[in-house]
């Protein structure tokens, strides 16, 4: 389980811990809480969550293509990216 472990890295160092650990996944449940998306792109089922309920669910493709809080989330946080040099 990874609570949230990316958040006090930058853009590139996230990019390769990821990378190292889709190796070390490979048949294996991993649970990833976090806020920055950008680490979940990989993720076979993502959830959701809004005051404890489940509100969304699937892989990113698929939030990318719903209107809703993933998909707005995600957009602002890759612009957000852009303008600090991380992508």
């Known amino acids: 389980m990874l609570d949230d472990a990316l958040s006090a890295v930058d853009g590139q160092t996230e990019f390769t811990i990821l990378q190292n650990l889709s190796h070390w996944r490979q048949g294996r449940t991993m649970i990833i809480s976090a806020h920055r998306l950008s680490a979940l792109v990989e ?28 998909k707005d989330m995600y957009q602002y946080q890759q612009i957000e990216a852009a303008l600090d040099g991380d992508l």
């Open 43 to 70: 993720a076979d089922n993502i959830l959701v969550l809004s005051q404890g309920t489940i509100v969304s669910r699937g892989r990113h493709d698929a939030l990318i293509e719903q209107s809703g809080w993933y």
